[in-house]
């Protein structure tokens, strides 16, 4: 089933930081789309929760060197 959520994270600045978060969650089985706001530090992500939890996509943000601060 197909969800979304809303991923704070803190520590992106530039379009280098915006493509590596995008791709970094892009690469998980699940995840269909990602779109990522620098100005207000969103990422707004569709998945499939039967492929990907927040804990996948927390870890592959946080593997960049990003910090996940929040999701809604």
């Known amino acids: 089933m197909m ?4 991923l704070d994270v803190k520590g992106m600045h530039c379009g280098h930081c915006k493509a590596s978060v995008r791709n970094a969650l892009r690469d998980l ?8 706001n620098l100005d207000t530090g969103k990422v707004n992500v569709h998945y ?3 492929k990907v939890q927040f804990s996948n996509m ?5 593997e960049q060197g990003y ?3 929040g999701q809604h």
């Open 48 to 50: 499939d929760e039967a």
């Open 3 to 6: 969800t979304h959520t809303t």
């Open 29 to 36: 089985d699940g995840v269909s789309e990602v779109d990522v």
């Open 58 to 62: 927390k870890d592959a943000v946080e």
């Open 67 to 69: 910090d996940v601060v």
